[in-house]
């Protein structure tokens, strides 16, 4: 079944950006009608969606988040990636990709499947 | 602090049902679809209900989810050990243009 695997450092600075690759196997990231997106988890708190993106274009992103975050897909290399800029200890979470059936129009979404997760700390 | 208001923890006897319940407004669950997730003690969330009360393949029906105005629910009958977890809600704020989730419940079967 398609399986989402997160990758990328584990330790940011203060004020740099943070970057993080989702791969897709078993799965296409070329699939119509699906995005791809990804949501945090800060230690012991609730998920927060940052955004996600469609695989030929068009990208919704949290509006509290919207000025640091850029995602970006790579059909050929069947992945996807986040960007946040200029981050605090306040960023500091458990990042999650995971596939995004998204309605917009009608406000329909679910999550599934998801990565295992990568914690990234935010710390000089 | 979630639009989305779920309590912060239930507790059943094994084998008992037990509801969580997710409060939002006109702006979110009212006009939007809600799905909730189950997220196991340092795992990842795993969807368990989509389109308010729709199972995913391999999902037991011994979960499921209701809507009604502006609150959600989650039920989950003959509760075993192995449930204990958070669960989440989540849904479409029109209002804020944001997918959000509810803060969270966490289930312990006593």
């Known amino acids: 079944q398609l399986q989402l695997q997160e990758s990328g450092p584990g330790l940011v600075k203060p004020s740099e950006t943070l970057s993080l690759t989702c791969t897709v196997s078993?799965?296409?990231?070329?699939?119509?009608?699906?995005?791809w997106g990804w949501i945090r988890q800060p230690p012991g708190k609730g998920l927060e969606w940052i955004g996600s993106?469609?695989?030929?274009?068009?990208?919704y992103y949290n509006p509290s988040l919207k000025s640091r975050v850029i995602i970006s897909v790579d059909t050929s290399k069947n992945h996807f990636s986040l960007k946040l800029s200029s981050v605090t200890a306040a960023d500091t979470a458990v990042y999650y990709c995971?596939?995004?059936?998204?309605?917009?129009?009608?406000?329909?979404?679910?999550?599934?499947?998801w990565g295992q997760g990568t914690l990234v700390t935010v710390s000089s | 602090q979630s639009v989305l208001t779920q309590p912060p923890s239930v507790s059943a006897a094994p084998g008992q049902k037990v509801t969580i319940s997710c409060s939002g407004s006109?702006?979110?669950?009212?006009?939007?679809?809600v799905s909730w997730y189950q997220q196991l003690p340092g795992t990842a969330p795993k969807l368990l209900i989509y389109?308010?009360?729709k199972r995913p393949s391999g999902i037991p029906d011994r979960f499921s989810g209701s809507k009604s105005g502006t609150s959600a629910t989650l039920g989950i009958t003959g509760l075993q050990t192995g449930d204990e977890a958070d669960y989440y809600c989540?849904?479409?704020?029109?209002?804020?243009?944001?997918?959000?989730f509810g803060g969270g419940t966490k289930l312990t079967v006593l």
């Open positions: 078993n799965g296409s990231i070329s699939s119509s009608n699906y995005y």
């Open positions: 989540a849904t479409w704020d029109s209002s804020l243009g944001d997918v959000v």
């Open positions: 006109s702006s979110n669950i009212v006009n939007s679809y």
């Open positions: 389109d308010n009360n």
């Open positions: 995971a596939r995004h059936k998204g309605v917009f129009i009608v406000g329909r979404h679910w999550f599934d499947p």
């Open positions: 993106m469609y695989y030929s274009g068009g990208t």
